[in-house]
């Protein structure tokens, strides 16, 4: 995924699910995440060789969220950014191939 300089309101975050998928923003590309608390990206489990960069991540003004937020990790901490799920516990990941 290519994106151009440029301010991006996410409604929902982009999800990567393939394997060695790139996410790569050209000059000052933002990603302002969605009002919900989720993340700008989020990388599914078992998913190696993800390459993430160039981009700007902003957070937005959140709506008023229930406590906990469903959209927190297991720590109950939202994130812009988000490798992996909290219910995939056999996911080592791959030594030879990492998430950047």
Aim: glycine content about 10%; overall charge negative.
């Amino acid at each position: 995924l290519l994106l151009c300089p440029g301010i991006f309101f996410l409604t929902k975050p982009l999800v990567v699910k393939r394997p060695n998928q790139v996410i790569l923003g050209l000059g000052l590309a933002t990603l302002v995440a969605p009002q919900d608390g989720s993340p700008c990206i989020r990388v599914n489990a078992k998913t190696p060789g993800v390459r993430i960069a160039g981009l700007m991540l902003e957070a937005s003004v959140q709506t008023e969220l229930p406590s906990p937020s469903p959209n927190a990790n297991s720590d109950g901490v939202t994130s812009l950014i988000e490798f992996g799920e909290p219910d995939v516990t056999d996911d080592a990941g791959d030594a030879t191939n990492p998430g950047l």
